[in-house]
């Protein structure tokens, strides 16, 4: 099987939640935790709000979801 073309698109954690059925608290906290490993989550200085970052590519290794409405093909 072919690869898609990633784009490196960061992949909503809504939509990771909906593609495998987790809610996206637990995508969240998994990705705060380090279990997951098809993104980042990451604090700023001076912020208390975590940030998440999961490029397409990372999230079609770990879990075999891609969204191919983002390609430009």
Same mark, same amino acid.
């Given at each position: 099987m072919?690869?898609?073309k990633f784009t490196g698109r960061n992949?909503?954690?809504t939509e990771i939640a909906n593609a495998t059925g987790?809610?996206?608290q637990l995508i969240r906290? @998994?990705?705060q935790k *380090?279990?997951?490993?098809?993104g980042y989550a990451f604090?700023?200085?001076?912020?208390?709000e975590y940030n998440?970052?999961?490029?397409?590519k990372k999230v079609y290794e770990?879990? @075999?979801?891609?969204? *191919?409405e983002y390609c430009d093909d």
């Amino acid at each position: 099987m072919k690869n898609p073309k990633f784009t490196g698109r960061n992949v909503p954690i809504t939509e990771i939640a909906n593609a495998t059925g987790k809610t996206p608290q637990l995508i969240r906290v @998994g990705l705060q935790k *380090g279990v997951f490993r098809f993104g980042y989550a990451f604090v700023n200085d001076g912020c208390t709000e975590y940030n998440y970052y999961c490029p397409d590519k990372k999230v079609y290794e770990e879990i @075999g979801y891609f969204n *191919g409405e983002y390609c430009d093909d």
